[in-house]
């Protein structure tokens, strides 16, 4: 990697973790969102091989524009125009409703470009990872059950891209049915790990 890729990488470290600095995540333990972005780009890049900076930085970005006050135009202005792509690709419509939302993941999954489908399964393999090791304290067995297996439709249909990261999150979901299975008649009680 050049040097200017690297320091546009650091960049958005940077970038991400101060529009995600108040946020915390949903599982039992609050832990601060940046975590969950900087986990995704480690597992892009780790796991499935990746190099390209602009697929990094938009792991990096991938919910800024969807859980912050980011716009397009500030991606744009300090990435470049095929990050921002990436990050819009990878950016869920809240105005929707939550179910329509859900429904177009799984059909514009088989459609996500070669830079958006590592991150979309890195993605999918951490939240599996939280929901069925620290669920949130509000969800129920049933609802948890429901997100793994909608991942796996995600999933699903990107996949025959990069088989290390379809293999990880296939492990992750064949797990988190374990524990949550194991825990159904204690639910919440989950082990860590």
Known sequence: MEDADLSLLFKAFLFSSVRHRDQRRKDQESSPYI????????????VGGVRSPA???????HD?????????EEIETIFGKEVLDLVLELT?????PKAERKHLQVMH?????AGARPV????KICNVHDISHSPPLNWTWERCMEYIAWSEQV?????????????????NAAEAYRLLEQHHETWPVISKG
């Not at 697929?55 to 970005?61: E, N, S």
């Not at 524009?65 to 980011?70: A, F, M």
């Not at 999954?109 to 470009?113: I, N, Q, R, T, V």
Request: avoid cysteine.
């Open 155 to 171: 999933v699903n249909g990107m996949r025959g891209m990069n088989p290390e990261l379809e293999a990880l999150f296939d492990q």
């Open 64 to 72: 800024t524009i969807e859980d912050t006050q980011t716009t397009p």
């Open 35 to 46: 975590n969950h972005p900087i986990e995704v780009m480690e597992l892009v890049w780790r």
């Open 55 to 61: 697929v990094l930085m938009a792991a990096l970005l």
């Open 92 to 96: 869920d419509d809240k105005s929707l």
């Open 120 to 123: 979309k399964i890195a993605d």
């Open 109 to 113: 999954a088989p459609h996500k470009s």
